[in-house]
């Protein structure tokens, strides 16, 4: 009974700290507006936008570039120099994927709006998406080995999964979106994601398979503040 309940407030507490917040800190430069982030949906943490983003985005020009520029990983490179590297390559492609894929749609919709273009160098107009790995923590494989043997043959309550919540890797990310123009910030966000809750997932027994999955999960949201519709008063 002792060791339930040792466990049991050791997981309450470790979740509770886990849980917590606080005012953002950012870790690279592209972040200048962290006393304005707001709270974000989805797999984003926290998004600023300034005021006049929409009209920026979606302003009356025969042909728009959007520019993704490749991934900043000073700040994780260091401890991770293969890995980190390997997946700015892999979070830039993504993001290349998807505003792709925004392109499309947007460009097969009839009337009048700006033909967009996908372009591999910063060109006006257009918007450039700057993006940075800033954290990085490997999944622990045998950490996720022990949390599945736990599960099943352990008579305490939640050991498994505070196990697992241990043994789960993480990433970290910042990134801003500016109008090649004149330079204005237009939207800046940050995210932080641990591995998905599932244990049984083939992704949980690589070391880094669920930070790529949680980076594709950022490109999609990013792509899709580039389509919000323009801000009207």
């Known amino acids: 009974m002792l060791l339930r309940a040792v466990f049991s407030a050791a997981a309450i507490l470790f979740l509770g700290v886990s849980c917590s917040s606080g005012p953002y800190r950012p870790v690279s430069p592209l972040i200048t507006h962290a006393a304005d982030i707001k709270e974000a949906r989805g797999s984003l ?17 025969k042909r728009q570039y959007v520019y993704v520029a490749p991934v900043d990983i000073q700040a994780v490179q260091q401890e991770f120099p293969e890995a980190s590297a390997y997946l700015a390559r892999e979070f830039r492609d ?30 006006t107009p257009g918007v450039k998406v700057s993006l940075a790995i800033v954290h990085l923590k490997p999944t622990d494989v045998g950490g996720k080995v022990a949390a599945v043997g736990v599960g099943i043959v352990s008579p305490i309550p939640g050991i498994s999964f505070l196990i697992n919540h241990l043994a789960s890797g993480a990433v970290g990310i910042e990134g801003n979106i500016t109008a090649l123009d004149n330079g204005t910030v237009l939207k ?23 930070d790529k999955y949680n980076l594709d999960r950022f490109a999609r949201q990013i792509a899709e503040m580039l389509a919000e519709n323009p801000v009207r008063p």
């Open 45 to 61: 943490s926290g998004v600023w936008c300034h005021p006049s983003a929409g009209q920026f985005l979606w302003k009356k020009q």
């Open 94 to 123: 993504s993001m290349q994927k998807k505003v792709r894929l925004l392109i499309d749609r947007r460009n097969a919709q009839p009337g009048a709006h700006p033909h967009w273009v996908l372009s591999d160098r910063p060109r």
């Open 188 to 210: 800046e966000f940050y995210g932080r994601n641990r591995d998905p809750i599932n244990i049984f997932s083939c992704n949980s027994f690589e070391e880094f398979a669920c």
